[in-house]
């Protein structure tokens, strides 16, 4: 069965701090990882997609890593409006052809100015 | 506004009622989900189409909810009879094939009171 785990669970971090945020996952054919950031109230808004192990992503202060077991999404001198819930999510190869994605529980990050 | 829309962004419904959702996406987007968030978890697949075709369900959804396509345009969710666990946010997301990235709307946020 698939299994993502997100850690830490919540992260403060003070403003220009760079740290790491880590999804390990368990998936039987992955398809894609996917990272989301979720801001209070809102729906998720998509960031990266890697689809092989070695593949790196950037986009403004962060940069998405993947590896066979984990990937990780670092975060270079965050400022406060990088605060969200950064989720991970899996994506499988079925026999069904659906390619629903399975999340993990998310990373609550605080930047504090 | 090309995004992914949802209406209502919020519902207050007594226990017993029956409500339903509209999702609108991505027009060129053939692939549309349904999701459901509680706090502090990440998002559960319930449902997606592909087209109008209903491909797959979870086994989250109970026998009363109901999703509908018709026209492989906007997409309806339905919850029968709801209950106070029925208490979540509800995402819809499109997406274009198979592989590609899935775009969020903003959900609607049912409370069952």
């Known amino acids: 069965e698939d299994q993502v785990t997100q850690s830490p669970e919540a992260l403060r971090l003070q403003e220009g701090e760079s740290s790491s945020l880590n999804c390990s996952y368990t998936?039987?054919?992955?398809?894609?990882l996917f990272w989301y950031r979720q801001d209070p109230g809102k729906g998720p808004e998509f960031l990266f997609t890697?689809?092989?192990a070695g593949e790196e992503k950037e986009k403004e202060r962060l940069k998405a890593t993947l590896t066979k077991k984990e990937s990780f999404l670092h975060i270079t001198a965050p400022k406060p409006e990088d605060s969200a819930t950064y989720l991970c999510?899996?994506?499988?190869?079925?026999?069904?052809?659906?390619?629903?994605?399975?999340f993990g529980t998310g990373t609550r990050l605080t930047v504090i100015p | 506004d090309t995004g992914v829309s949802q209406d209502p962004r919020h519902k207050i419904t007594k226990r017993g009622q029956n409500v339903t959702f509209r999702c609108d996406p991505i027009s060129e987007h053939n692939r549309l989900y349904w999701y459901r968030q509680t706090l502090g978890q990440g998002p559960e697949f319930l449902t997606y189409f592909q087209n109008e075709a209903q491909l797959e369900k979870s086994r989250l959804l109970s026998d009363r909810f109901s999703a509908e396509r018709p026209k492989g345009s906007f997409s309806t969710l339905e919850i029968q009879r709801t209950e106070q666990g029925d208490s979540a946010m509800y995402l819809c997301a499109s997406s274009l094939g198979a592989t590609t990235e899935a775009f969020f709307g903003q959900g609607t946020r049912l409370t069952v009171v």
């Open positions: 890697l689809y092989s």
């Open positions: 998936v039987s054919g992955l398809r894609g």
């Open positions: 999510a899996v994506q499988a190869v079925r026999q069904t052809g659906a390619n629903n994605l399975f």
